[in-house]
């Protein structure tokens, strides 16, 4: 079996945003719905007072509370696939935004019309690409859900080309985001791999998942500065 | 002695109180939702967030009297530092808090299963 996590270590970000400049350009971004987040915050009071960086992106949840309410109202178009990979078929989509009302990370993003990226000066070349250029899941369109895919189109070529064992290691087989990084904040792998770089990652440091409380189990970690809550 | 013994009758009675209570509500929440996934109840056709036509504000609010305040929490965002949409457009009746979401929609609770247990 091959369980695709993230490990994100608060320790080490620095709030630079590489990682979200690199979804951005990777994945096309629509404005207004980004797929990957910086949120910044204060904590401590003065003269402590400290800023905490904290990358979000799709926790591609084990147990996708997105995916149940999809299923629910028999829409059928949220999928978590082979490689543990939470997707939106856009096709199916009716943007009824069931699955932005439940997800506890605030991460299916629901684009109402799609707008230009520098507003009243067309669009640039890259924006300008046709659909049948582009993978599916960045054939963006209006009245649908988005959302990060772990960089889906890069994935599927290691299963097309059977190196899954690559994923994390070959730049062509993992997600972006996690190959910008400055100060290798971000790893991403198999964690059913003893030998991944995620899963010695996860043996040297203790990392936890967000909001635990909800019981989706999602596969992104987080090493907290102050260890689990 | 007496005081071990009304301390018994105590907790008997709240034993008691805390059953038929469980036995009104629990019921009645399961019913609803009975009644909605069998398309008894008149919610409407409409899969949307709409708060007067979509068949989620219909439920929530009217079948189940729910108040708007049950969900969002005032104009501007909670103190949710961990939201991708934490930073996105402040519109309606402002953010909600999916915490009010599990009471019912956790394993084991009376609507539609969303979430499920807490776990390490």
Redesign the interface.
Known sequence: MTKLVRVIDMERCMGCRACIAACHVENHLTP?S?WN?M?E?EVGRYPYARTVF?T??CMHCE?P?CK??CD??G?HAITKNELGVVLVDYDKC?????C????????P?YTESLSELYPGEGKTPYEALPDSTRHPTHRKRANVVEKCTFCWHKLEKAVAAGRESEIGRHPDYTPSCDLVCPVEARVFGDLDDPTSPVSEYLGRKKATQ????????PQVYYVLEGGDY | MTTRLARLAFALCMAVSAAALGADSKPGLKGIGDRIRAGQAEVGTDYSMDAKRGRFHIIHSKELGMRCAACHQGKTYVDDYISVRREGPRKGPGRYINNSCTGCHAKGGPATRFYGTAGR
Do not use: W
Request: glycine residues 10%; positive net charge; charged residues 15%.
């Open positions: 207004g980004p987040v949120i915050h904290t979000m992106n147990d509370s149940h309410a629910a109202i829409v009716i943007g009824c935004r069931y932005a009302a439940v997800c506890p990370y605030g991460v993003q967000l909001k635990k409380e909800f019981g989706t189990r």
